[in-house]
């Protein structure tokens, strides 16, 4: 029989699972009244933004810094306070992610909170305890909240080939696609972004260095782009529509939320070989595209920084 070892808990020793404890109390007890007391003093408005468990910095949690410091321009000034920290003397208190909201659902002395949403799911959701809970995030986050992209990305002054067919990222949507066109047609060239650099495949490919400046000129240089589903804040998908990227995209629910009109959908990797040649096809309908993309997402942050400052001091 194998030998059991018996083991403190407590220690500093062994590995944390990212488990959010307060969950547990939460679901005894529920949430804790929250504080009867107005804003601070003055124009500013202070926010205490908790992180998950295991966490130690907002990017862990999918937050864009850029977002935050865009929202320093509307009078937020965001604390970072890790899972454990007392952040009761805010303004109000944001979960980083619904790993973070059992946290700030039990904080005592809380004047105002809400879920500042990413794309970690609620553990237990089931049990029923997210109801009622503010979602501030954009809509494929089911929040309300206009979508943003960093300032790399942009329109530029760049050729685009008609011969090349960009696949964002390793999952198999983009790259079983990209496999077909390659066995359907030889007058095509691929280039492959969002992946590590020693990536290896079946068939020959131009690699995307990483960052956004070389990101936004490979969006700018495609015909058409394969993307991967909408997650998070910050999706290839978005950051490919403020560049006048024409984009297939899996037709899964965040996705069309997310991109609505600009982009055409596919249920699997043949079809989406399909919509590519005929978007290939189709330069009026790419340009109808791109200028949908422009209209439905702008560069920056500071459109999603303005909404989410006004949703924080209207918070009840």
Not at 11 to 18: F, K, L, N, S, Y
Not at 33 to 47: T, Y
Not at 194 to 221: C, I, M, N, W
Request: proline content about 9%; hydrophobic content about 50%.
């Amino acid at each position: 029989m194998p030998a059991l070892r018996r083991r403190r808990g407590g220690g500093d020793e062994g590995v944390a699972p990212a488990v959010p404890w307060a969950l547990g109390e939460l679901l005894r007890v529920g949430p804790a009244p929250l504080a009867d007391r107005p804003l601070g003093a003055g124009d500013g408005l202070d926010v205490a933004l908790v992180l998950g468990p295991g966490q130690v910095e907002a990017r862990e949690a999918g937050v864009p810094a850029e977002l935050l410091q865009a929202l320093k321009g509307e009078g937020v000034v965001v604390q970072v306070v890790a899972d454990g920290d007392d952040p009761a003397r805010a303004d109000v208190v944001l979960a980083a992610g619904w790993p973070a909201a059992p946290a700030v659902l039990r904080a005592a002395g809380v004047r105002a909170r809400a879920v500042l949403a990413t794309s970690a799911p609620a553990p237990l959701v089931g049990l029923g305890w997210t109801a009622g809970i503010e979602v501030l995030g954009p809509p494929w986050l089911d929040g309300s909240l206009p979508g943003g992209a960093d300032a790399a990305y942009t329109p530029l002054p760049v050729h685009r080939r008609e011969d090349l067919v960009l696949v964002h990222g390793d999952e198999p949507f983009g790259l079983l696609a990209a496999a077909e066109l390659r066995r359907r047609r030889d007058d095509l060239t691929f280039a492959v972004s969002g992946v590590r650099q020693d990536l290896e495949l079946p068939f020959p490919f131009l690699g995307v260095e990483p960052g956004g400046d070389a990101l936004a000129h490979a969006f700018a240089s495609a015909t058409v782009a394969l993307a991967p589903p909408v997650r998070g804040w910050r999706p290839a998908a978005v950051a490919m529509l403020v560049c006048g990227q024409t984009i297939v995209a899996p037709d899964d629910a965040p996705t069309r939320v997310a991109l609505g009109a600009t982009a055409s959908f596919a249920s699997g990797p043949l079809a989406a070989a399909n919509e590519v040649e005929a978007l290939l096809a189709d330069l009026p309908l790419r340009a109808e595209r791109a200028r949908a993309g422009f209209a439905h997402i702008a560069s920056g942050w500071s459109a999603t920084a303005t909404a989410l400052a006004t949703a924080l001091r209207e918070l009840p």
